[in-house]
């Protein structure tokens, strides 16, 4: 049982460069969470799945999208990375949507945009 | 006012001492309270849990929750180097979830 699991965990973009952050659980929860946390800032909501097939915006998700692959799978893209995009990237899933349960992080993503 | 304050620290104190954290809150539609500690470069972990007010207690860490002041605090005894972390708290309810911005603890040996 590995729990929540990230890839890749570091990675250097340029300007303009576009990835995926990939993201899976195996706890067999409903609800999956993007977020990512700045020095100062703490946590901030990207985007969250509440359950397959639906996603809704957090509270920062312009420059992201968001794909909730199946159950386990939910990932994040930046299309056109930008240095303000700069940040760790935190996945997280929850058995019930995020009014009622507690989350489980995976390890997150370092992200560097030069 | 925002949703949740937490002082971010760092909070130093030696081995064995008293760790006491807090947290305010002004969505009174929040009832339930959670703490997570966060080691360096890696991922949040759940900690303590409740949903009432009073105290919760799990073995060296207590978590107090008092609804009327919109308080809540995380106490943590006979401190440990291996405690050097981010806590961070967090709330939910009404399909809101918020969290502090954590502080950062240090304990010296």
């Known amino acids: 049982n590995a729990g929540v699991t990230q890839t890749p965990k570091f990675q250097v973009l340029k300007t303009g460069q576009s990835m995926t952050l990939q993201c899976a659980q195996d706890m067999n929860h409903n609800s999956m969470y993007w977020y990512r946390q700045d020095p100062g800032m703490g946590l901030r909501l990207i985007y969250y799945?509440?359950?397959?097939?639906?996603?809704d915006k957090g509270e920062v998700p312009n420059g992201y999208n968001v794909s909730r692959l199946n159950k386990r799978e939910f990932s994040l893209r930046l299309e056109s990375a930008a240095p303000s995009q700069t940040s760790v990237y935190f996945c997280?899933?929850?058995?019930?949507?995020?009014?009622?349960?507690?989350?489980?992080f995976g390890p997150g993503t370092r992200l560097l945009v030069l | 006012q925002k949703e949740v304050e937490q002082d971010p620290g760092p909070l130093s104190v030696p081995e064995g001492a008293i760790v006491s954290l807090n947290c305010t809150y002004s969505?009174?539609?929040?009832?339930?309270f959670m703490w997570y500690r966060q080691y360096s470069r890696k991922g949040p972990e759940l900690l303590m849990y409740?949903?009432?007010?009073g105290n919760k207690e799990d073995g060296r860490f207590t978590a107090q929750v008092d609804k009327s002041s919109k308080y809540i605090s995380l106490f943590i005894r006979d401190s440990q180097p291996s405690d050097s972390a981010t806590y961070l708290c967090?709330?939910?309810?009404?399909?809101?979830?918020?969290f502090g911005k954590g502080n950062q603890v240090v304990v010296i040996p």
């Open positions: 967090a709330m939910s309810g009404n399909n809101r979830l918020a």
């Open positions: 997280a899933s929850s058995p019930l949507p995020r009014s009622q349960e507690t989350q489980y």
């Open positions: 409740t949903y009432s007010s």
């Open positions: 969505n009174s539609a929040f009832q339930y």
């Open positions: 799945s509440a359950s397959e097939g639906t996603t």
